[in-house]
């Protein structure tokens, strides 16, 4: 039995060079994602502390404050005088443990 290259098997005409394999990996085009965090905070036994609102006002300026310090740029802090709403966008440098624990 004879041995054949593939290409004269298949009647196709032989390569003119051989095959590179490349030595570095291909590159991937960038994904990109865009996570919101919806934090909600409450009071101890939904006392309502925020009733002030300059307190209220102070704690939610704190609050964004703290987010936009870890690279997590606020959209919108609100609520009531028993609770915070704060909605921001997760860092792509910083983890949402590192946020929470601030």
Do not use: W
Not at 14 to 42: C, D, G, K, N
Not at 57 to 74: A, D, I, S
């Amino acid at each position: 039995m004879e041995l054949c290259y593939a290409a004269n098997y298949l009647d196709m005409p032989p390569l003119a060079s051989p095959i590179r394999v490349p030595t570095e990996p291909a590159t991937m085009p960038q994904s990109l994602a865009q996570i919101y965090l919806h934090i909600v905070f409450s009071t101890k036994q939904r006392h309502p502390y925020f009733v002030d609102d300059v307190i209220r006002t102070r704690m939610h300026e704190f609050l964004g404050g703290t987010c936009n310090t870890l690279e997590c740029p606020v959209i919108k802090v609100g609520g009531a005088t028993d609770h915070v709403h704060v909605l921001c966008h997760l860092g792509a440098l910083s983890g949402y443990r590192r946020l929470f624990k601030s």
